[in-house]
């Protein structure tokens, strides 16, 4: 088993990783590559969630956190949570997941377009090239600064 049978794994960065859901023996996988913290997007009633995934991530000895965000409504609220959790843990190894790595796309985008003001284009290239955002998700990636930080 290998990190890239995970849906849609992408790597970001030598500290940065994404996917949508893995399954929990993959979770294995990533404690191995040295992952020490995993951050969940997707909502816990979500196709292929893990009920026990904190416990199973815990016990791999590595971090959890829990943004549930709803697929049909990501909030400004939800992007703030998301930038303060990647400035936390900015000097750790972390995976970020929700269900088939669109919301991730998303929110990896705004951050490093207005956290760490990477121009459009290189900020895109985190986003899955075969998704195509609905119109809720276009407005949330045309979120500027100024609608992020009163």
């Not at 998303?106 to 075969?130: N, P, S």
Request: hydrophobic share 45%.
């Amino acid at each position: 088993m290998s990190l890239e049978e995970i849906t849609n794994y992408r790597e970001i960065s030598e500290r940065l990783a994404s996917s949508g859901q893995p399954h929990e023996m993959q979770f294995k996988e990533v404690a191995v590559a040295g992952f020490e913290v995993v951050i969940n997007l997707a909502m816990p009633n979500s196709e292929n969630a893990i009920p026990e995934e904190g416990y199973i991530v815990t016990a791999r000895k590595m971090a959890y956190v829990h943004l549930a965000v709803p697929f049909e409504a990501p909030t400004v609220e939800h992007l703030r949570s998301f930038f303060a959790l990647m400035q936390a843990f900015e000097s750790r190894k972390c995976w970020v997941h929700c269900v088939v790595n669109y919301r991730v796309s998303a929110f990896l985008y705004q951050y490093f377009r207005l956290v760490r003001r990477m121009d459009e284009e290189e900020a895109r290239k985190v986003v899955l090239e075969e998704w195509k955002p609905n119109e809720v998700w276009q407005e949330f990636m045309a979120l500027e600064a100024k609608d992020v930080w009163l």
